[in-house]
């Protein structure tokens, strides 16, 4: 049985997560926000005091760390060794914590493993950096989805003040493109637009309309 595959990378608060659950919920397919998988892996070396600078030393603790992705209701659960850490993950802590570990060649290796796996055994719309470029290079199709980094910042300072949770706007613009140059320019798996993807500025479109001319190429490619 073939399976469908959509790819969506790009910078940090480009909108992939709420633009790919609303595609996932229209076509029917299983999101998977692979941006949780090395939160959950940050998270596991921030609890157990590992430097992320020691790349062999993490590389060998994360082979202890089990990740999990389960689908309840439509929605990814991420569990960090059996405990259900989705929403502990979502902080700008975590973010960075994150984009540390992803620069380590095992971590990156392990998560593609699982992700792959998961691709090959259900539809997917898969985010993150690397997916056109390295998890789904076959994928039915790949969109580069980017935003002015100012667009952004307000996006993020908007959810986040949302949420109750006071922030600084300049700071999350600061924090963004810091976190974009270093996964821009790592040595493995750096973000980058795929050759064959797709790239959508999304700077002045509503979500409505991202989601919509994603559906639409995907029913062009297939
Ligand atoms: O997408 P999200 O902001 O949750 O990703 C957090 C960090 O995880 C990114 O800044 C990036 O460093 C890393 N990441 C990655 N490869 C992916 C997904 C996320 O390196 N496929």
Redo the contacts with the bound molecule.
């Keep these: 049985q073939k399976y469908y595959n959509i790819a969506i990378d790009g910078p940090?608060g480009a909108g992939?997560?709420t633009i790919a659950k609303l595609v996932a919920k229209e076509l029917k397919f299983i999101y998977v926000?692979?941006?949780?998988m090395?939160?959950a892996i940050g998270l596991f070396a921030a609890r157990n005091g590992i430097n992320t600078e020691k790349e062999t030393e993490l590389g060998e603790a994360v082979q202890k760390a089990d990740i999990q992705l389960k689908y309840e209701d439509g929605g990814q659960q991420v569990y960090l060794n059996g405990e259900n850490v989705t929403e502990h993950i979502r902080t700008e802590e975590a973010?960075k914590m994150?984009?540390a570990v992803?620069k380590v060649k095992a971590v990156r290796e392990k998560m593609v493993e699982l992700q792959k796996k998961i691709a090959e055994s259900s539809n997917v719309i898969m985010?993150?950096?690397?997916?056109g470029t390295v998890?789904l290079p076959f994928a039915d199709l790949k969109v580069y989805l980017t935003a002015e980094s100012k667009v952004r910042a307000e996006r993020r300072y908007k959810e986040l003040t949302e949420k109750g949770i006071s922030c600084n706007i300049e700071e999350i613009e600061k924090d963004i493109v810091a976190?974009d140059y270093?996964?821009m320019n790592r040595e493995v798996?750096p973000l980058k637009k795929a050759e064959d993807a797709v790239a959508l500025d999304c700077s002045y479109m509503s979500i409505d309309e991202v989601a919509a001319a994603i559906i639409s190429l995907y029913k062009k490619a297939v």
């Design positions: 940090a992939k997560s926000d692979t941006g949780a090395y939160r973010g994150a984009s992803g985010d993150g950096r690397d997916i998890v976190r270093q996964d798996s």
